[in-house]
């Protein structure tokens, strides 16, 4: 679907806050509360807005440390099969083929070093990994789930 210019922005809107009303939204781009639901639906049917979702603070639940870690797998690992395995797991809250040596690039969140150390004992005990390679976040420098192309 090709999205024209109040298009992009109807969905960058959505994204910085996802309960905006249409009438918000259209004040925004010059269109009716109505024309923006026409558009909002059109763009949900084509599959461009996916569905929306709460963004939770992981500090305010007590998630602090996070670590990216690269997962080295068997020969015949599949993405599937990654992608299934790593779901078991509730501090995975990413999961990412990649380029280069490491198969995967899996985005884990825990409370403490503790917990984290546990969680990467659960994914290194998956039949197919082979190998780990750790990296714990110091800081964030920038996050930015809002950003839109076009």
């Given at each position: ?16 806050d ?19 639901k ?32 690269e ?80």
């Open positions: 679907m090709r999205m024209d210019p109040v298009d992009q922005r109807i969905v960058a809107l959505l994204v910085a996802a309960r905006a009303s249409y009438a918000d939204i259209g004040a925004k781009v010059s269109l009716s509360a109505p024309a923006v026409r558009r909002v639906d059109r763009l949900r049917a084509a599959g461009v807005i996916r569905g929306f979702t709460a963004v939770i603070d992981p500090a305010a639940v007590g998630w602090t440390t996070e670590a990216f870690v997962l080295y797998c068997t020969g015949r690992t599949t993405p599937a099969q990654i992608t299934v395995a790593t779901k078991r797991h509730p501090e995975v809250v990413g999961a990412y083929t990649v380029s280069g040596q490491a198969d995967a690039l899996v985005h884990l969140r825990a409370a403490d070093i503790a917990h984290l150390e546990q969680a990467l004992e659960r994914l290194r005990a998956e039949p197919f990994v082979t190998s780990t390679r750790s990296m714990v976040v110091l800081s964030r420098l920038i996050e930015n789930p809002t950003s839109v192309p076009g």
